[in-house]
């Protein structure tokens, strides 16, 4: 999960809106406000540019986690327009931490049909393949590198696990 592929969660529309708004504030601030502001319009010329760049960012990164919120929550196959709204309009940043606390793990690709199922599935949906290792004799889920079932104590020899582990998925293709 590098920043590079997070990035690309971001839509473009929410890359060109934040890049929009920071220019706009940026010059707003510098031929407007600070200068108005008796007490920023004593700064030096550099001071004031660097303070309008500082804090028209502000609002570029709050834009920028809007878009994140919106294309991760659709990746992970969750309410993507309820989390966005609710980013958008809770106050204080409330409802982009709670997204980040609340949002589902990332969907997994199904090894036999290659379908995208969520990660906590123990069958895919689509063709009935194992996603999770399960107990031969009680069917609950165990951990690749158990010898044992630690709800039957049944034995779980490796070669019975005939099933690969599923893979992560991409990420989420852009916006539709
Ligand atoms: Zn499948
Ligand atoms: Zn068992």
């Not at 809106?17 to 108005?36: D, E, H, M, R």
């Not at 204080?92 to 589902?104: A, H, P, Q, T």
């Not at 996603?131 to 049944?154: F, K, M, S, V």
């Amino acid at each position: 999960m590098s920043l590079r592929n997070e990035m690309r969660v971001v839509p473009t529309l929410a890359w060109v809106l934040a890049i929009l708004a920071y220019v706009g504030i940026a010059i707003g601030l510098i031929v407007y406000a600070i200068p108005q502001t008796p007490d920023t319009a004593s700064l030096p010329k550099q001071g004031q540019a660097a303070l309008a760049l500082f804090a028209a960012a502000i609002p570029a990164i709050y834009i920028l986690l809007i878009g994140y919120v919106y294309g991760d929550a659709r990746r992970r196959r969750m309410h993507y327009i309820v989390w966005t709204l609710l980013a958008i309009f809770v106050p204080n940043v409330i409802g982009i931490i709670l997204y980040f606390i609340l949002r589902d793990p990332l969907p997994v690709f199904c090894p036999r049909c290659g379908a995208s199922v969520k990660s906590t599935f123990t069958f895919c949906p689509k063709c009935a393949a194992a996603l999770r290792p399960t107990c031969q004799q009680c069917g609950r889920d165990i951990e690749w590198n158990w010898a044992h079932c630690p709800n039957c104590g049944a034995a779980t020899p490796a070669g019975k696990q005939s099933i690969v582990p599923a893979t992560p998925a991409p990420p989420a293709p852009g916006p539709a």
